[in-house]
């Protein structure tokens, strides 16, 4: 007996053990909580916005000048001090037998998360000013440009068509929304609701609206849920008001409002909302609430993106979802140079964008790598093109290579195309020719921690089976 029940305790202490070192495998991971990647932004070479322009392009030439890594900026000023950049330099011909004045856009993606957007001694953005020290010149001399703005959701990636189509020359409109559209702000107030109790107390209506005369938005909204008859919106009880924007056609009656004890909307609660005010703007008023006229963006990019983001948003029966709409879109907007170049009847002309460019960058990596990504399949919007050359000025190492194409020099890397390839450039970089991989997966996968735990615990169920047998049996030898 004494024998079983030494077994017994050693197999538990066993189970503990292998339980307790299990999860402190594991903590042992996911204790470093540090970000370890940035994301950079995507850029791409210039774009006719013109679908019949003649122009063709001979040839281009790129060239990355990456003589420093960029890192997360606390300081504006080391922020405007990153150096790298890329050139664009494109020979046009004009092949026409008449003269060709035509647009430009340059997209060169979004301010990277790691850049700063707020200068933290006077609190004001700090959006654009990363553009002012790059130029755009045709044969030399500096050519007039324009930076603008469009909406780019975060995580998006840059599409020819779709993204070319949000740029507007003046403020958008569509089959509902316009800039004299009303918008009617009601505010509200909560009272006589049992928050202590209560702490995680809902308040909600239903929205059942035609999408096509009205469009509801509720700021600071947690939560919905699509019912039968509309849209629920949700929203935490707090002190402060709530306000319901609804755009067009104002509510033909208020809507009745229901408490809940928490956000599952199951069991309602007393209380009661009060309306407190109701203001009419118009909807270029209601967008432009955050606009900040000295940022450098147009008036129009704004409100355009504003707009674009409350279409992205919406839901059924006429319901814009409020938790992630934002009437700041600073840190959501995709830049783009525009400028216009004029060339004559068989006029050539050498083109030339200098523009940031900002790398994604892994920490994880020892040492880290930094991959930095150019899109040359929009330059299919040329009527031709040539040859390209692509160089890259830095004393770092090429590790990754997605064309496949480069060769090292003196000064870093080069290849030359006879045409634009399918994929996009991709490519690289780090200190080191060979970096080492995270070690994120020197732990126990959970599916082998489960099985694991589960045998364990078999083994366990079998000792206690097989010693409660063993005592039974000994009881009927001996009953004494």
Known sequence: MRKTRSLLKKSMVFLCFSVLLMEMTVLKVSANSAQYYWSGTTASGAIVTDDTCPVIVEKEKLTFVLEEFPKYYSQLEEYLDYSGNVTAEYTFCNPADYKVSTTLVFP???????????????????????????????????????????????????????????????????????????????????????????????????????????????????????????????????????????????????????????GACEKEIGGAMTLVSTEAVTLKEFTLSQYDETSGILEHDWYNAVVESMKELEWSSGAIFGGDFQFDVSDRLMRWYEYQITLEPGEKAVNTVTAPIYPSFRTDYEPPIYQYTYLLTPAQSWASFGTLDISIQTPYYMTEDGLGTFEPTSSGYECHLSSLPEEELTFTLSTNTEPSAPAHFNTFPMGTVFVTVLILLTVLILVITAARAKRKKNKERNPL
Do not use: C
């Open 108 to 262: 060169f993606g979004t301010i990277p998360d790691y850049g700063v957007h707020y200068d933290r001694k006077t609190g004001e953005m700090a959006v654009n000013e990363d553009t002012e020290k790059y130029k755009i010149t045709v044969d030399g001399a500096e050519v007039e440009k324009t930076l603008r703005h469009t909406l780019s959701l975060p995580g998006a990636q840059f599409e020819l068509e779709k993204d070319m189509a949000l740029l507007q020359d003046t403020y958008l409109e569509d089959s509902f929304y316009s800039p004299d559209l009303p918008v009617t702000r009601y505010t509200y107030l909560a009272q006589n609701v049992d928050t202590e109790t209560y702490d995680a107390a809902t308040a909600a209506f239903v929205v059942s609206a035609d999408p096509e005369k009205t469009k509801v938005l509720m700021e600071d909204q947690n939560g919905g849920k699509k019912l039968e008859d509309g849209v629920r919106l949700e929203s935490w009880v707090h002190e402060e008001t709530f306000t319901v924007n609804v755009i067009g056609e104002p509510f033909s009656q208020m809507p009745e409002w229901k408490f809940y004890e928490d």
